[in-house]
């Protein structure tokens, strides 16, 4: 028997030979108790018996992918008779299993400027069918455009790769979902999270925002005399800018009041 099938499925049993005829034929089956079958006997018009396998409980090839039954037929005769077979039952697998992934976050952390091809992280899934029914692909699924540019999964393998130039400055952080599927179409998701590292990749930029252009010679000390605005692109200590006034100007650099990217230039003392 081949049997992938849900409760309440007959199997019906070719009838035991018996020679003798009336009494002395097959008068009943018994079958060995077991954990998924129950043996319904019934009769022909012409009055003979036959048993049927009902499935009673459902088989998991994933837990049993074979079985053996013992059916006994027993006749009415004295002394009484008995034949016994051995039923092997194949459990054929149904795709009752989606694929599940290792993890239901990834987490990978990049480097900005990473070379196209730079793998990044691999996502892995299993699915406990067989053949085609456990065959697993992979793809992102809802992925936005910008994601799309910088980052391939190999349907294969799992791995995701770089594809374009990744720049801190433009995102910091990008989440992926992946999907794994199988064979038939089961699929599940998984997320995969990956921290872009910021790299030192901007020089500080200065625009002079405003600028007297003549200074009374008595101006006394701390007279603003322009605003400076300092930026640089990058983050934490690689963004972090120091400016000074080169030679000996009778100036200085105060850090504006009012804005944190500001300078304020003033008279310092006049020699
Ligand atoms: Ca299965
Ligand atoms: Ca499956
Ligand atoms: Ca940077
Ligand atoms: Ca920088």
């Not at 795709?95 to 892995?124: G, H, K, M, W």
Request: net charge negative.
């Amino acid at each position: 028997f081949f049997i992938s099938s849900v409760k309440g499925a007959r199997y019906r049993i070719a009838a035991a030979h018996d020679a003798d005829i009336g009494l002395n034929a097959v008068q009943s089956y018994v079958l060995q108790e077991n954990a998924h079958f129950v043996l319904n006997v019934q009769t022909t018009n012409a009055g003979n018996k036959y048993g049927e396998l009902v499935l009673d409980k459902e088989l998991d090839r994933e837990e049993q992918q074979e079985l053996e039954l013992l059916l006994t037929a027993v006749d009415g005769g004295s002394p009484q008779r008995s034949g016994t077979v051995v039923i092997h039952v194949t459990v054929l697998d149904a795709n009752d299993n989606a694929p599940v992934f290792s993890e239901s976050v990834y987490t990978a952390n990049l480097q900005e400027n990473s070379p196209i091809n730079s793998p990044v992280i691999r996502v892995s899934a299993s699915d406990a069918d067989e053949g085609i029914n456990g065959e697993i692909t992979y793809e992102f699924s809802r992925l936005s455009e910008k994601s799309k540019k910088l980052f391939s999964l190999d349907e294969k393998t799992g791995e995701i790769v770089v594809t374009a130039n990744i720049d801190y400055e433009e995102g910091s952080k990008y989440e992926l979902m992946v999907e794994a599927k199988d064979g038939y179409g089961l699929s599940s998701e998984a997320k995969v999270v990956i921290d872009i590292t910021d790299v030192n990749d901007n020089a500080p930029e200065i625009i002079v925002k405003s600028l007297s252009s003549s200074i009374p010679e008595n101006a006394p000390p701390g007279t603003e005399v322009g605003i400076i605005n300092v930026q640089d692109r990058d983050s934490d200590k690689n963004g972090q800018v120091s400016c000074s006034i080169q030679g000996n100007a009778p100036f200085k650099l105060l850090s504006s009041p009012y804005t944190i990217n500001e300078l304020c230039l003033v008279v310092w003392h006049f020699c």
